[in-house]
């Protein structure tokens, strides 16, 4: 077992970064049935925890997110993916909360996957890591707030691949969640996505340079494939409206077309940034597993089919997030959801924010958002007995 600075007591208003391994007689049994030992979870966490544990907020990363979800990102040196949100007196206000983000088993940004050592091997697991689900990324994080000493969590929110997370814990644990945020989110992954995921994976298998996944004993890797996925994938984050409001058919750094397959429209050398600087930050190998877990993820398919029943008898407080011009999670899968919550009897409210800035807009400046989910979390607050803001 190994572990660094322990949040509980250094990170008192302020932030600490940390891995914890729990060893082999502690393994992670995942749904494919193997048994993941050691493993490793790195997090960082934001503010204090209070004296009787009752303000931890989970929050879960998206597909190329991690945990770094404010504060400067130490391979970037850019802000934290949701520093609009997460912070001293915003909406997940770090006055208030303990914020607890941690990367996904299957990540790259330390914790289990496949850039990690196999200890049968002592070489890189590459493609010997195990398939990893939903399920089992929610597992890892209950482990690790076993492991600080939180029974429950006051609150836990995500977006997209982080909305799926949400939805498990809440069907999962849901004594340990007191309210939940599940914004811009599906309940299973549809086959538009699916689809989607396996243009990405086949583009960085069709790479030479991946090496059947073993790139890293080859001494390659496979940038090509990678940046190509992330293209594909980031123009499903977008919308039609935002792509055209932001480029149209504008040209790139020319008067005239070059009648060549240079980027000559700034849509074409804007994916082209987009890819080549996404693979400075993230690995080849974790992006297929981490789609892979996204595109096994189908909640109702654990009961019956029957979405309502993973969430009978539950006690958390859910607001479910939409936002209108979202195709990738379109507000049709945000209802679903609420139609399950309310045949379950649950605590939920809806709200499906207009914007054209598409499935992003859960990352940008959205004011409205900002508004209603501060709302929502100060009243569940207050539910809680936390205590009014500072």
Same mark, same amino acid.
Not at 21 to 31: E, I, R, Y
Not at 103 to 125: A, D, F, H, K, R
Not at 361 to 368: G, H, I, T, Y
């Given at each position: 077992?190994?572990?660094?600075?322990?949040?509980?007591?250094?990170?008192?208003?302020?932030?600490?970064?940390?891995?914890?391994?729990?060893?082999?007689?502690?393994?992670?049994?995942?749904?494919?049935?193997?048994?993941?030992?050691?493993?490793?979870?790195?997090?960082?966490?934001?503010?204090?925890?209070?004296?009787?544990?009752?303000?931890?907020?989970?929050?879960?990363?998206?597909?190329?997110?991690?945990?770094?979800?404010?504060?400067?990102?130490?391979?970037?040196?850019?802000?934290?993916?949701?520093?609009?949100?997460?912070?001293? @007196?915003?909406? $997940?206000?770090?006055?208030?909360?303990?914020?607890?983000?941690?990367?996904?088993?299957?990540?790259?940004?330390?914790?289990?996957?496949?850039?990690?050592?196999?200890?049968?091997?002592?070489?890189?697991? @590459?493609?010997?890591?195990?398939?990893?689900?939903?399920?089992?990324?929610?597992?890892?994080q209950a482990m690790l707030l076993d492991h600080l000493g939180i029974e429950t969590l006051f609150c836990v929110?995500?977006?997209?691949?982080?909305?799926?997370?949400?939805?498990?814990?809440?069907?999962?644990?849901?004594?340990?969640?007191?309210?939940?945020?599940?914004?811009?989110?599906?309940?299973?992954?549809?086959?538009?996505? $699916?689809?989607?995921?396996?243009? @990405?994976?086949?583009?960085?298998?069709?790479?030479?340079?991946?090496?059947?996944?073993?790139?890293?004993?080859?001494?390659?890797?496979?940038?090509?494939?990678?940046?190509?996925?992330?293209?594909?994938?980031? $123009?499903?984050?977008?919308?039609?409206?935002?792509?055209?409001?932001?480029?149209?058919?504008?040209?790139?750094?020319?008067?005239?077309?070059?009648?060549?397959?240079?980027?000559?429209?700034?849509?074409?050398?804007?994916?082209?940034?987009?890819?080549?600087?996404?693979?400075?930050?993230?690995?080849?190998?974790?992006?297929?597993?981490?789609?892979?877990?996204?595109?096994?993820?189908?909640?109702?398919?654990?009961? @019956?089919?029957?979405?309502?029943?993973?969430?009978?008898?539950?006690?958390?407080?859910?607001?479910?997030?939409?936002?209108t011009s979202d195709w990738l999670f379109p507000t049709v899968e945000g209802k679903k959801i609420v139609h399950?919550?309310?045949?379950?009897?649950?605590?939920?409210?809806?709200?499906?924010?207009?914007?054209?800035?598409?499935?992003?807009?859960?990352?940008?400046?959205?004011?409205?958002?900002?508004?209603?989910?501060?709302?929502?979390?100060?009243?569940?607050?207050?539910?809680?007995?936390?205590?009014?803001?500072?």
């Open positions: 077992m190994s572990t660094q600075i322990h949040p509980l007591t250094s990170a008192k208003g302020g932030e600490a970064g940390e891995t914890h391994t729990f060893p082999a007689d502690k393994p992670l049994t995942l749904d494919s049935g193997e048994r993941l030992a050691p493993l490793t979870i790195a997090w960082k966490t934001f503010g204090t925890l209070n004296a009787d544990r009752s303000n931890a907020f989970l929050i879960c990363h998206a597909l190329t997110g991690d945990q770094y979800v404010a504060g400067t990102h130490p391979v970037t040196g850019k802000p934290g993916w949701w520093s609009s949100m997460v912070g001293p @007196g915003l909406p $997940i206000d770090t006055n208030r909360f303990f914020v607890i983000c941690a990367n996904v088993i299957g990540g790259c940004l330390g914790s289990s996957g496949p850039m990690s050592t196999n200890p049968e091997t002592g070489s890189q697991y @590459g493609l010997s890591f195990p398939v990893i689900t939903v399920r089992d990324m929610v597992r890892a929110a995500g977006g997209s691949m982080g909305g799926m997370h949400v939805l498990q814990w809440a069907a999962s644990y849901p004594e340990r969640v007191f309210a939940a945020l599940p914004i811009a989110t599906a309940a299973r992954h549809s086959a538009q996505n $699916i689809a989607f995921h396996e243009v @990405g994976r086949q583009a960085i298998m069709a790479d030479p340079e991946w090496n059947g996944g073993d790139y890293a004993a080859k001494g390659t890797n496979p940038r090509k494939g990678l940046a190509v996925a992330r293209m594909a994938a980031h $123009i499903t984050y977008l919308s039609e409206a935002a792509l055209h409001r932001k480029f149209g058919r504008n040209l790139q750094d020319r008067a005239a077309l070059s009648y060549k397959f240079d980027a000559d429209f700034q849509v074409e050398s804007y994916l082209r940034h987009q890819g080549m600087t996404f693979v400075d930050r993230f690995d080849a190998n974790s992006y297929l597993y981490i789609t892979r877990a996204m595109d096994y993820f189908d909640l109702a398919a654990d009961f @019956g089919g029957v979405l309502a029943q993973a969430f009978k008898g539950a006690k958390t407080r859910f607001c479910v997030v939409s936002f399950a919550l309310n045949a379950a009897g649950a605590n939920v409210s809806f709200v499906e924010f207009e914007t054209d800035k598409g499935h992003d807009a859960f990352l940008l400046d959205v004011p409205e958002m900002f508004q209603t989910l501060r709302g929502f979390i100060d009243a569940a607050a207050v539910a809680r007995g936390i205590g009014s803001k500072r």
